[in-house]
Nanobody
Framework: QVQLVESGGGLVQAGGSLRLSCAAS????????MGWFRQAPGKEREFVAA?????????YYSDSVKGRFTISRDNAKNTVYLQMNNLKPEDTAVYYC???????????WGQGTQVTVSS
């Protein structure tokens, strides 16, 4: 069992930056691939980014955020991050952290954190 708690969301102007964090409980954090999804009002939840268990360069992004967002993980701190730069109003959504044993089919979800980008 893994519990995920996101933080770092908020209100930012277009062009600004935010860093989301997701803290995981348990001693098996390094056994999971980690990812971020988002859901805007009236839309389905969509994939944003993911990182394999070993981290490093094994990262994957949706086309809509590639070049602006960076996912990373610190296995010593049981934490995954999402650095979001050059934010756009269309990035406004609830962002969810997810953990997966099979890349990338989430087994566990966080409660979500709101990101709002004003124009």
């Amino acid at each position: 069992q893994v519990q995920l708690v996101e933080s770092g969301g908020g209100l930012v102007q277009a062009g600004g930056s935010l860093r989301l964090s997701c803290a995981a409980s348990g001693r098996t954090f390094s056994s999971y691939a980690m990812g971020w999804f988002r859901q805007a009002p009236g839309k389905e939840r969509e994939f944003v980014a993911a990182v394999r268990r070993s981290g490093g360069t094994y990262t994957y992004y949706s086309d809509s955020v590639k070049g602006r967002f960076t996912i990373s993980r610190d296995n010593a701190k049981n934490t995954v991050y999402l650095q979001m730069n050059n934010l756009k109003p269309e990035d406004t959504a609830v962002y969810y952290c997810a953990a997966a044993t099979v890349f990338f089919n989430p087994d566990y979800w966080g409660q979500g954190t709101q990101v709002t980008v004003s124009s």
